[in-house]
């Protein structure tokens, strides 16, 4: 078919994009103590050749405290802003633009980056996530009871701080990760906050942590920063009932739309992400429908296995304006390519090398090695 629309340029924030097949954030620790390197570079710059309109970057860690992952990058210091400058000076000399994705109850005390930070696992409240999977810790530990975040300025200052050192290393924009159970959605989802104070209970309050950190983050990047939200609930243990998730998300996208954000990225329902106890799925509901109306100011993007076939016809109906795509530029650093010349997505995933830790050897092999396409 003819991908007309997908390859039309598209203008977000301050800056056009040159296709609507932008690349979603995706997690490949590759990071040795958490600062990107050359083999990372590398793996950008494939893609941004490969004719990705947009990339988002894995999710970067604003501080040593709360992650899950090994070897997932930082942005709190002079050296990482110098290793992500690296990488953004690479990626806009091969024509593409990137923005930095940047990320309490899913750590452990006995992460690595976790003992190093020195303070306890935070969360809204003292809820523990159910479930738990942690590679590289002996035993199979689950999550642990988080530390009730005293003040969320503290938070907030945090987030502040690498959208400053995001624009000091050259990206062209910030995207808050408000999605997948993280400290976003946390202080959203009323199973993940039971706080009493002004930044719990109500809808307004619990979405004031998220408005307050999008707020300064455009205080820094102007109309440069985008948001990504995954309404649905189910993975890392949230979701609340259908209705209150629909009033919730509906206040908290009007409020956002009211910042004048570049994008909103909404993850749809993936049956992947489902509830893992009580039976219970998570809300499969249609994310566009049901949000989509309400942004007036950004553009809409879609996440969850969207096709390029899908996107055309969304894009030139008028429901979209670009699609999120993760699994498939893993295994294909042409993808857009590929599918502007009607080639085939043939690559075999490497699952063995999806991420990595420290005993995995060559950190290239299922990271750069892909083949492209014959063109």
């Not at 629909?246 to 570049?262: G, N, P, V």
């Not at 042409?334 to 690559?347: C, F, M, S, T, W």
């Amino acid at each position: 078919m003819s991908f007309k629309s997908l390859f039309t340029p598209l203008q977000i924030g301050s800056i056009t994009l040159k296709n609507r097949i932008t690349m979603s954030a995706l997690t490949r620790n590759r990071a040795a103590d958490t600062y990107p390197s050359d083999l990372m570079k590398e793996y950008y710059v494939q893609r941004a050749k490969g004719g990705a309109g947009l990339i988002v970057t894995e999710g970067i860690l604003v501080t040593r405290q709360g992650t899950e992952w090994p070897h997932a990058p930082g942005l709190w210091d002079s050296k990482h802003v110098a290793g992500w400058k690296n990488i953004v000076d690479a990626v806009h000399e091969a024509g593409g633009h990137i923005y930095a994705q940047v990320l309490g109850r899913l750590s452990h005390p006995e992460a690595e980056q976790q003992k190093l930070a020195g303070v306890p696992v935070y969360g809204p409240s003292a809820i523990s996530a159910r479930g738990g999977k942690f590679r590289t810790i002996p035993g199979v530990p689950g999550y642990v009871t988080p530390t009730a975040i005293e003040d969320p300025w503290t938070i907030i200052k945090q987030f502040k701080h690498a959208a400053v050192n995001a624009k000091e290393a050259g990206f062209d924009g910030v995207e808050l990760h408000g999605a997948n159970g993280y400290i976003v959605q946390q202080f959203l989802d009323s199973t993940a906050n039971l706080r009493t104070d002004q930044w719990g209970g109500s809808i307004e309050n619990r979405s004031r942590f998220g408005l307050e950190v999008l707020k300064v983050m455009v205080e820094v990047f102007g109309e440069n920063v985008s948001l990504k939200l995954s309404p649905c609930g189910g993975y890392n243990d949230v979701g609340m009932p259908l209705q209150e998730t629909l009033d919730t998300y509906s206040y908290f996208i009007s409020e956002a739309d009211k910042l004048k954000l570049s994008y909103f990225n909404l993850v749809r329902y993936s049956p992947s992400f489902d509830v893992e106890f009580d039976g219970k799925s998570s809300n499969p509901h249609d994310v566009l429908e049901s949000y989509g109306h309400l942004i007036k100011n950004g553009k809409k993007f879609l996440n969850a296995g969207v096709t390029a076939e899908e996107g055309e016809k969304l894009i030139s109906a008028g429901k979209l304006d670009a699609i999120s795509i993760g699994f498939n530029w893993i295994t294909h650093p042409d993808l857009a390519k590929r599918v502007e010349h009607g080639k085939p997505l043939n690559n075999m995933p490497d699952i063995p090398h999806l991420q990595t830790s420290k005993t995995s050897g060559d950190w290239a092999t299922g990271y750069t090695d892909y083949p492209t396409a014959t063109y």
